[in-house]
Every structure is written in structure tokens, then in C-alpha cells.
């Protein structure tokens, strides 16, 4: 299984971008996950909290929240709209020393497949209490006609994204999804929440969305950045002024162990 390269550094330059036109994660999800895995008054990590969207939003429902992430000036930028019971410092899923068990709940937002999350998940074992959880936190558009718009903009991003091996790993058949790698882990209990809400993009949040992801950041785009942007201009020309509206579904993929459930029985999946 390949395991992503380590940059601390890979979204440093696109933080401005990432905070400006990343979606936050649904707020009825956050609370449905917060209920469903029982964490009032508990301890939870954020892993890979970015500018802190999970970190923040899940506060209200814990003690304390820990947010780490590699990039300094991510934790910059989460320490900027930090809540009161949160604390961000820099870190990775390779310094787990930092933090004080145990956990009841460790969050991953949109970053788990930049780990080495076999062995992220070995070293969360030892932190995580007897009926903690993980949950991994995405959010996609839905494939459905209003959203026709998004999958053809979306498509042309692809066409001017630069890859490097990793991220063709990832797209091919090679890859192994998260569930597989949690299912062969002590979290070999999977569970599924999600809704649905919808998001309007202007054309500049759409622009800086995309520059915001690893592969089409402006440092690796360059002077192909005015090129990007006025061939997406002419594909959304039929989809009328803007802005757009997507229909999108917020997921979190809630994981557990089956040796913590006392009634034994399959393991779900």
C-alpha cells in the first residue's frame, strides 16, 4: 500500500485560499456525530484540522479539542478563529506524543489518505478510550442534474491539475480505500451519517477553491492560473450568471472497535 510523501508544507501557500473557499462541514452533521458517538464532556483530536472547521465546530460538544496539524500557517490561521476550549498546535499524525489520552473521539477532515493510516490508526489504538471513536469527515456534490454544472467545472480542473505519483496512485484501481485500511485496523467497526445541503459559488470562490487543492495550487498551475480561468468562464457560460448552486452530501464515516461491543456478533460494515 503506498502511503502519501510527507510535506508539512503542501498547503502553506494555499491557506488563504482553503479558508475562503472551503466549505465548512454541515453543522447538523457535526452535532448528529457529536450524539452518535456520545462526546459531551470528552476529549477529542482533530487530525489534520487545517484552518480548524471540525475543531471549532465540534467544540460546543466536548470538554477539549485538540487541533494539529503540519502546516505552520494552518495553525496560524485556526488559531485566528479559535473557540475557547480549542488548542491548536503544529503536528501530524507522527507526533501523537502531543497528545493526552484518552480520546473519545479523533476527527479527520478531508486528510486521512495524506497519512500513513495504517499506522495512524496502530498508534490512535493506544490513545483512544474503550468505546471511542474515529470519524472521517468528507464532503462531496451529489450526481444529479442540478448539480451538472459542478462535475463539468470540476472535470476541466482535472484536465489542468498536476499530478505527481502519488495522486495517480490514488486515482487508480491500486488505491485502497479507507474503508478496507479501517476494517483490517482495531476500528474494524463501520458506520455511516450523512446529510444533505446546498452551497452557493460565485466564480471567484469557485476559482480559489480550486486553487486551493494540492494538485492545482497556484505555485504549481502558475501563469496557466489566467489560462484556467477563462476556460472556465466559457464552461459555465451556458449555466447562466452565477452564482451556482450545488447540492452536496456531508458524510462521516464513524469507526469503532468491534472488541469494545459486549454483545460480540458480526462485525458491521
Not at 175 to 182: A, F, Q, Y
Request: with cysteine.
Amino acid at each position: 500500500m503506498m502511503d502519501a510523501p510527507y510535506t508539512p508544507d503542501r498547503f502553506d501557500a494555499a491557506v488563504g485560499h482553503y479558508v475562503a473557499a472551503r466549505l465548512d462541514y454541515a453543522p447538523a452533521l457535526i452535532a448528529w456525530l457529536a450524539r452518535e458517538t456520545g462526546i459531551a464532556g470528552g476529549r477529542v483530536l482533530d487530525l489534520g484540522c487545517g484552518p480548524g472547521f471540525i475543531a471549532n465546530a465540534i467544540a460546543p460538544h466536548a470538554a477539549h479539542v485538540l487541533g494539529l496539524d503540519p502546516s505552520p500557517n494552518m495553525i496560524a490561521a485556526a488559531r485566528d478563529r479559535a473557540a475557547p476550549n480549542v488548542r491548536f498546535e503544529i503536528g501530524s499524525s507522527e507526533d501523537l506524543s502531543l497528545v493526552d489520552a484518552p480520546l473519545h473521539l479523533v476527527t479527520i477532515g478531508r486528510a486521512f489518505h495524506w497519512m500513513d493510516r495504517a499506522q495512524t490508526l496502530a498508534d490512535l489504538d493506544g490513545l483512544i478510550a474503550p468505546g471511542g471513536a474515529i470519524a472521517l469527515i468528507n464532503d462531496s456534490p451529489v450526481k444529479a442534474p442540478s448539480n451538472q454544472w459542478w462535475h463539468a467545472y470540476n472535470a476541466l480542473a482535472k484536465r489542468f491539475a498536476v499530478l505527481d505519483d502519488y495522486n495517480r496512485h490514488r486515482a487508480s484501481d491500486a488505491w485502497v480505500p479507507h474503508e478496507e485500511v479501517l476494517c483490517q485496523s482495531p476500528f474494524d467497526r463501520l458506520r455511516a451519517i450523512s446529510v444533505y445541503q446546498r452551497h452557493d459559488w460565485s466564480f471567484d470562490r469557485l476559482i480559489r477553491h480550486t486553487l486551493s487543492r494540492s494538485a492545482t495550487t497556484e505555485a504549481l498551475l502558475g501563469e496557466r492560473v489566467r489560462e484556467f480561468e477563462a476556460a472556465a468562464r466559457d464552461l459555465l457560460a451556458p449555466y447562466g450568471p452565477g452564482p451556482w448552486t450545488s447540492l452536496n452530501q456531508h458524510i462521516a464515516l464513524i469507526a469503532t472497535r468491534s472488541a469494545d461491543d459486549p454483545s460480540g456478533g458480526d462485525r458491521d460494515v
